[in-house]
């Protein structure tokens, strides 16, 4: 998952041959997940029709302040710039910057530009002249002055078969340059989050195990979740059905307590955040057949041992790491959660009750408590994703401590 998922795109095309260009654009958007509504200026059309547009992004494109059919709808600028998280005018002709610069509103496309409150990205696209002349260096300069983010025209061949400065980005650039920059400001950028997630398995012989319940989401949707934040994540899975895919993740996939720290340990040296979500067993049996055990008509012992435990062995170790551990209780909730705290030498724990209804391994839901040796915060039920969030702002405000 990345920047762009979820995300409302507002995108302006101006009339430049580079209009044609806005269709893969448009695509590139859809695809990483963002949600794409096209303005044009009547003039644009010449260049790309808007059916084109409006079926690579399922949304209806409009030019006008009215559409001109007989069920005339007034289409409303202010809403549509309240809408978008961000407006990217491509390609930007010398004509509309000049009017943007100077505030002149005459279609709807310009009028959405001067009451958009939200940040808006520009891409000049015309001959290299042009391109150079003081009145387009001016526009360039007075847009980029009101706070609007320019992205830089590119050289190459031009349409009319000059050589040279002027041509609008490629549609893959100008995706990388809003990703790049929307990644900028991402509170978790830079950060390196090893998690744990889902149970291990602790073989009996080849074909049985002892193992738990455990799902995996809550650890997923943390990871999930500080993807998002801009954090490079490390995810140690034991065996779940979950999949995840994302540039800055790596999963290693495991199935023993054993396999799961000595992963856990080996990345913890380089990680600024751990979060122990995992349900790791606390015993193994102590011989593992080598054969499948045969029933037999007497009873059957299996005697086990304890693994070790990950996060009282790297609290241990702590360095500069903040570390954050779960803690699934029935009795006297508080009382053992801080106990772990203190044993395991964790920044915060957060405390699921198997009391609480809703909390717990299968459910999409969660009911957590924030124990630190600060503060005790409770949160609602709310669903896995609201809680790995707010874990997450946990976490960031304990980075800036
Ligand atoms: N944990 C771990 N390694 C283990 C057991 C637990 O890293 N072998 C981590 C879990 O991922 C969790 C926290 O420790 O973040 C607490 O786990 P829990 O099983 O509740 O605690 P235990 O120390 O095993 O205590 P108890 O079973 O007595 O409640």
């Not at 044009?40 to 001109?68: G, H, Q, R, W, Y």
């Not at 037999?296 to 012992?301: A, F, G, P």
Request: overall charge neutral; hydrophobic content about 45%; proline content about 3%.
């Amino acid at each position: 998952m990345g920047v762009l998922e979820g995300k409302k795109i507002l995108l302006g095309i101006t009339a430049g041959i580079a209009a044609y260009k806005t269709a893969s654009l448009v695509r590139l958007f859809v695809k990483s997940g963002a949600e794409v509504k096209v303005i044009m200026t009547p003039a644009a059309k010449d260049f790309i029709t808007p059916l084109t547009l409006s079926t690579l992004s399922k949304n209806e494109v409009v030019s006008s302040f009215t559409e001109d059919d007989e069920n005339a709808v007034w289409n409303n600028h202010v809403e549509l710039g309240l809408w978008a998280d961000f407006m990217l005018i491509a390609p930007a002709t010398a004509n509309t910057m000049a009017k943007m610069a100077g505030g002149t509103s005459n279609n709807l496309l310009l009028a959405t530009y001067l009451s958009a409150k939200c940040p808006v990205y520009f891409a000049p696209a015309m001959d290299l002249d042009m391109y150079q002349h003081p009145a387009t260096k001016k526009s360039l300069d007075t847009l980029q002055s009101y706070g609007n983010i320019l992205i830089p025209a590119e050289s190459g061949e031009l349409a009319s078969g000059l050589k040279g400065e002027g041509r609008m980005a490629e549609p893959e650039n100008i995706v990388a340059f809003i990703e790049n920059r929307l990644s900028i400001d991402l509170p978790l950028r830079g950060k390196k989050i090893l998690i744990s997630a889902g149970p291990t398995y602790e073989a009996i012989d080849p074909v049985r195990f002892i193992g738990n319940h455990s799902s995996g989401k809550m650890g997923y949707e943390i990871a999930k979740q500080a993807l998002a934040l801009g954090a490079e994540v490390i995810l140690v899975s034991g065996p779940t059905g979950l999949a995840l895919e994302a540039k800055e993740l790596t999963i290693i996939r495991v199935t023993t307590a054993q396999q799961m720290f000595e992963a856990m340990n080996s990345h913890f040296e380089n990680a600024d955040i751990l979060i122990a979500a995992a349900a790791v067993a606390d015993y193994r049996p102590k011989t593992v057949a080598a054969q499948k055990m045969k029933k037999k008509d007497t009873s059957l012992q299996i005697e086990l041992e304890p693994t070790i435990d990950i996060l009282a062995t790297l609290g241990k170790q702590k360095t500069h790491q903040k570390l954050i551990g779960f803690a699934l209780e029935t009795n006297n909730e508080l009382e053992h959660a801080k106990g772990k705290l203190e044993r395991k030498n964790l920044d915060f724990i957060v405390l699921n009750s198997l009391n609480d209804k809703g909390a717990g391994f299968k459910s999409d839901t969660n009911k957590i408590t924030i124990v630190s040796k600060e503060a005790i915060k409770t949160f609602e039920l709310k669903s896995k994703t609201e809680v790995a969030k707010d874990i997450l702002k946990e976490v960031i405000s304990l980075m800036h401590e």
